[in-house]
């Protein structure tokens, strides 16, 4: 028996290869399925399955492509109904690998169709649990992500109580927990870092799992503070129901050198969006005008599904030398696949031909600190809300940087602002984007609310308002 978790830090997302006796089941395969394809051969095995624990809304699975590559049978539990041929399997139903038996665990609440792959060893014995996004460890999955469902988040919160006791907590202790998400996921909001575990842990830790607990309690903890999804979750989601473009063609047509004059064609004629993936340093000493960054180096794929609400908006892109193939891949993750190309030569290329350049501000946090004292500051803090609510700096404009498209009627044109987020990179993106809509006075505070805490200037903690 082998097992191997392939993990992308990007999306928090982890895809598992099972083989036993030369056969091989994919579990929640990325968009670019060769890795898999290569390892089973490495192996000198056949992929028979494809199990999808459920239609992913913060990524593309590879399930499509990789089933018309390997003639695979794309396995999903109850429920679930597709534009594409697929074996839906049936709640308690077995499938064997080699000399494993897998059993399909139908647990509805995360989505309808959400299933729970329980791997049996070649004895019979329980060995492992594939989770999906009903079961993390340290949190359960979002009850509000069903595809065009009558049915409430309460209605799916109850369901998703039910599937973890009926079907997950009578597990024993020793069975291991693979899940399909780790800390940084938007898929739950209080993920562990770890990405295996053992169930008996959860058992202890998780509040979701707690013996004592009713199904109010459970559905009044799983909801709270539960922030609404990032805007392309419901995107993703019909794309791997309906289906979608295969991966080495968006490849093949996004990955395209452009010189500076075809480069600026496209984004003043096909109103190309030109997305600047550099490290937050280059993009603050020379940039395109009207160019977003979102950089490689950051949480590059969920904030470009945050922030570009256009799933289908033409993308032209400014890329470090070489890497080019890796942010059009990184994109098609989570379904931007209408990328026309990139600046060949960079940045370089474009000041050669004579092309405008822009620079963005940008001061340490002391200086910063030394502005705050001696004159009245702008401050605008993009971190996220509980990140704000634990503790910022005295009048400062708050809003987090996935509201900034719904909130910038709140940032006045005619004022200048520092931005500051956590470390750097969130508030260079929105110094882009508001430069982009025209606001030019723009300060980014470098190294974020860490540096600054390393200052002398005053914070303070969020309070509650009174409910007195």
Known sequence: ????????????????????????????????????????????????????????????????????????????????????????????????????????????GHTLES?????????????????????????????????KSDLTKQDLAEMLYDSLRNKIMPLADDVIVYPAHGAGSACGKNLSKETVGLLGEQKETNYALRAD???????????????????????????NKMGYD??????????????????????????????????????????????????????????????????KQPIILVVPEGKSAEAVTRLSRVGYDNTLGYLEGGIEAWKAAGKDIETLESISAE???????????????????????????????????DAINTNMNEVDKNKTYHIHCAGGYRSVIAASILKARGYDKLVDVAGGFGAIKKTDLPTTDFVCPSTL
């Open 1 to 108: 028996m082998k097992i191997e978790q392939l993990y992308t830090g990007c999306l928090a997302q982890g895809a598992y290869y099972i083989e036993s006796e030369g056969e091989v089941a994919i579990i929640d395969p990325l968009r670019e399925t060769q890795q898999y394809i290569d390892i089973a051969k490495a192996n000198n095995a056949k992929i028979k399955y494809i199990l999808e624990t459920h239609f992913h809304a913060d990524f593309v699975s590879g399930h499509v492509d990789l089933a018309k590559k390997t003639g695979a049978k794309i396995v999903f539990g109850p429920n679930a109904e597709t534009d594409y041929d697929i074996y839906s399997a049936k709640d308690g139903e077995e499938l064997k690998l080699g000399k494993l038996t897998i059993k399909v665990l139908h647990t509805p």
């Open 367 to 401: 200086e910063f600190a030394n502005r705050v004292k001696s004159t009245d500051v702008n401050i605008l803090d993009v971190r996220k809300d509980g990140e704000y609510q634990s503790k910022h700096l005295e009048n400062a404009q708050h809003f987090s940087l």
């Open 213 to 239: 607990m009713s199904k109010q309690e459970f559905v009044k903890e799983v909801l709270d503070g539960i922030a609404p999804p990032p805007q392309y979750f419901a995107k993703n989601a019909m794309m």
């Open 246 to 311: 295969d991966f080495e063609t968006v490849l093949k047509t996004g990955d395209i050198p452009l010189n500076p004059e075809e480069f600026e064609a496209l984004a003043n004629h096909e109103s190309a969006l030109v997305l600047d993936v550099r490290p937050q340093s280059d993009f603050i000493k020379g940039h395109i005008p009207n160019s977003i960054f979102i950089g490689l180096n950051g949480g590059f794929a969920p904030w470009v599904g945050a922030l570009i609400t256009d799933i």
């Open 115 to 147: 299933t729970t792959y329980l791997l049996k060893d070649k004895n019979g014995k329980d060995h492992a649990i594939f989770s999906g996004d009903t079961l993390f460890l340290g949190d359960v999955g979002r009850p509000d992500l069903a595809i």
